[in-house]
């Protein structure tokens, strides 16, 4: 079983659409968590860091479950330019502790 | 600098010859890290270091695997003798505290072909 693993994809949804990502860990000790953006061919991006209490930012949210070990992200309002592969990463919590990552979910927004 | 840079973007190699791939932090970060990403596939980490000390290398294929941070210097990667395995986008990423972790912000890679 891999570490961190994620929804199978690809996602194929229509513009406008609210679309959810889920994203488990098995390693209890991790304490820290992210969401990535990757674009083809193309650097990840740090979307957004996932606390506790959840965090949000414009169309996106973010929330951790930490008893059930899990975290998700949260698309509104889904836009053509949101099509990507969307990572999750998790660290042990280290001072500079290597990104854990899942497989990716790729998305794919149609007009 | 405030992106973390990486050079060159793609390099190509015969089997057996060796590559060298350079990556410059975003100024004031003190850590840094390489992760392998073999076509669309997981990434994979390799090295990381707190300065220019190696922090955690648990990844590296030691055997032909090599990398450095000095002072004043870009970061290396360097893989001796390369297989056609290697071929993969190479990754650097940076990171310092930010609001409660240690955000990691990535380079845009060098694809190296091993043919």
């Known amino acids: 079983r891999k570490e961190v693993e994620q929804d199978p994809g690809p996602f194929n949804v229509p513009e406008g659409a609210t679309v959810a990502f889920n994203c488990t860990y098995s390693n209890s000790a991790s304490q820290s968590f992210f969401w990535y953006r990757q674009d083809c061919r193309k650097e990840p991006k740090l979307l957004m860091s996932v606390y506790s209490s959840g965090n949000e930012d414009g169309r996106f949210t973010a929330q951790l479950n930490r008893a059930s070990q899990y975290i998700s992200l949260l698309i509104r309002d889904s836009k053509l330019s949101d099509s990507a592969t969307y990572l999750c990463a998790v660290n042990r919590g280290n001072q500079g502790g290597k990104l854990i990552f899942g497989q990716g979910t790729e998305l794919s927004v149609k007009p | 600098g405030e992106e973390v840079a990486q050079t060159p973007k793609h390099l190509v190699r015969g089997e057996g010859q060796k590559a060298k791939l350079y990556c410059a932090p975003i100024?004031?970060?003190?850590?840094v890290f390489w992760y392998q990403q073999v076509l669309k596939n997981e990434f994979k980490f390799l090295i990381s270091?707190?300065?220019?000390?190696?922090?955690?290398e648990t990844g590296m294929p030691k055997e032909r695997f090599s990398a450095k941070c000095l002072p004043n210097s870009p970061c290396s990667l360097e893989i001796q003798a390369t297989k056609l395995e290697d071929s993969a986008v190479y990754f650097c990423?940076?990171?310092?505290?930010?609001?409660?972790?240690?955000?990691?912000?990535f380079g845009p890679g060098t694809r190296l072909t091993v043919t």
């Open positions: 990423a940076s990171s310092q505290w930010t609001s409660g972790s240690y955000e990691q912000y």
């Open positions: 100024k004031g970060h003190s850590y």
């Open positions: 270091f707190q300065n220019e000390n190696v922090f955690d």
